[in-house]
């Protein structure tokens, strides 16, 4: 159990790279993730209306169901906004970098849940980690390349957005199956989306040119954190949580290879601390 739910973590973490690599590379981000979201929706669609069917599930699941929806739609819609903002290189591991601080806490003191010293060791290497990749200061004297206002406010928006969720999707799984808690997400995130999707003008032609990496992406958003919900069911929310934030490591090298941004020692040393991190958090936490 505890070897597949980290290479689930893991795999889940390499696909959020991939599609978040994909939806920086757009036309339009917000018509880009709408179609992402349609696409996702209707792929699974199936088999969550099978999954519900053969769940009897009381009313507050149900309600814990609509709250988390409302949230993942609020977390996409800012997500879009934030990379039209800020580079994918400075903006990704900022707003990655809320939860894996944040979530432990949360699971430690709210759900019951433990972390041993060097779990705790292990959570802290990973947001000193995401910190250094960000390449962000508080001080304008840092010769680092800065963050506008808008886009830092926006990252950590979209940070506090992904803890919320994070812990709302454990605690409603406990009612809902995984598949169908999903397809929920995808079905929310779509609708927070549409009213600015269609006023955008953009997605006809959004769909013309990257038809091809929203199919994908169609697929690796929802599946990758499908493993990640399924692991969930495994191990505690304060020991996993932390551990997907390997995928900004997978995204630091996307950065170098395709989109070809600037990184250096700096970038290599950062993601040695969240690899050590998450190891650690596996093996200790």
């Known amino acids: 159990m505890f070897v597949l ?17 994909f939806t920086k590379r757009s036309l339009d ?37 609509a709250l988390t929806v409302s949230v993942h739609g609020l977390y996409v819609t800012l997500l879009s906004k934030t990379y039209t ?5 400075q903006v990704y591991p900022l707003m990655r970098g809320v939860s894996p601080l944040l979530v432990p806490i949360i699971g430690v003191v709210l759900l019951g ?18 910190w250094t990749l960000s390449n962000w200061r508080l001080t304008r004297k840092s010769q680092a390349r800065t963050l506008a206002p808008t886009a830092t406010w ?38 927070a989306l549409s009213v600015t999707a269609i006023r955008s003008g953009a997605l006809a032609s959004e769909w013309r040119v990257n038809w091809r990496t929203v199919l994908l992406g169609g697929i690796m958003a929802p599946g990758g ?16 949580a932390p551990m997907r934030e390997i995928g900004i490591v997978f995204g630091a090298i996307l950065g170098i290879v395709v989109l070809k941004e600037a990184q250096g020692a700096r970038r290599i040393v950062a993601a040695g601390l969240i690899t050590i991190g998450v190891v650690v958090l596996g093996i200790f936490g």
């Open 113 to 130: 849940e433990h972390l041993s010293t060097f779990g705790w060791l292990g959570v802290v290497c990973i947001v000193v980690g995401i």
């Open 225 to 240: 954190y499908l493993l990640f919900l399924y692991a969930l069911q495994l191990l505690p929310l304060a020991q996993l």
């Open 29 to 65: 981000k917000t018509a880009f993730l709408w179609w992402m979201q349609v696409l996702a929706t209707a792929i699974y669609l199936p088999w969550a209306i099978i999954a519900i069917l053969h769940r009897d599930i009381p009313a507050i699941g149900w309600w814990l169901l």
């Open 85 to 89: 903002a800020g580079d994918m290189s």
């Open 5 to 21: 739910a980290i290479s689930l973590v893991v795999i889940s973490g390499l696909l959020h790279a991939v599609w978040n690599l």
């Open 154 to 191: 926006l990252a950590l928006a979209v940070g506090v957005s992904i803890t919320v969720y994070t812990t709302l999707d454990k605690i409603t799984l406990a009612y809902v199956p995984a598949v169908s808690l999903n397809d929920a997400s995808n079905l929310g995130n779509m609708v």
